[in-house]
Nanobody, 123 residues
């Protein structure tokens, strides 16, 4: 499966962004989808994950309560809404797909990765 993330940009602290990740392939609904981010000089870190059906989600503590991951299997797209953005949210955000069930939070569990979209939050 091929993934293409979009929706990043420059936003002021306190603002919101909705990231999208479009996937190719007919079996999108059989992939667990995750979002990760990587800030300059830091390791890639888990942000959020959603199950095949979209019925189960999990979030990193850093974004919990102000983020929502969702998916539209008919449109082969997964979304990440992040509100109350902080400068520390600045990073390249990547979507990833794993052809297995479960809410994986480790990047090595994911087989397919998109290119990423830059999110910059100004203070």
């Amino acid at each position: 499966v091929q993934l293409q993330a979009s929706g990043g940009g420059l936003v002021q602290a306190g603002g919101s962004l909705r990231l999208s990740c479009a996937a190719s392939g007919r079996t999108f609904s059989r992939y667990t989808m995750g979002w990760f981010r990587q800030a300059p000089g830091k390791e890639r870190e888990f942000v959020a994950v959603i199950s095949w059906s979209g019925g189960t989600t999990s979030y990193a503590d850093s974004v919990k309560g102000r983020s929502t991951i969702s998916r539209d299997n008919a449109e082969n797209t997964v979304y990440l809404q992040v509100n109350s953005l902080k400068p520390e949210d600045t990073a390249v955000y990547y979507c990833a797909a794993a052809p297995t069930s479960g809410l994986m939070t480790r990047s090595r569990s994911y087989e397919f990765w998109g290119r990423g979209t830059q999110v910059t939050v100004s203070s």
